[in-house]
């Protein structure tokens, strides 16, 4: 009995590592996409709204 109440556990335990794998890895790319719009948002601000006249 306590050999199969162990290999619960550890199916359980491997669950749960996959799971904490799987929510890490979709905040990292939540947080790569944020950047990414972020850095294009600067790039569009920085073109268009930039008076090339006025600077030269």
Known sequence: MQWRASFNRVRIVDW???FQDLIVISLCLSLFGVIVVQLWVLVVT???D???QEVS
């Open 16 to 18: 749960l590592e996959s």
């Open 46 to 48: 920085m073109i268009y």
């Open 50 to 52: 930039a008076s090339f």
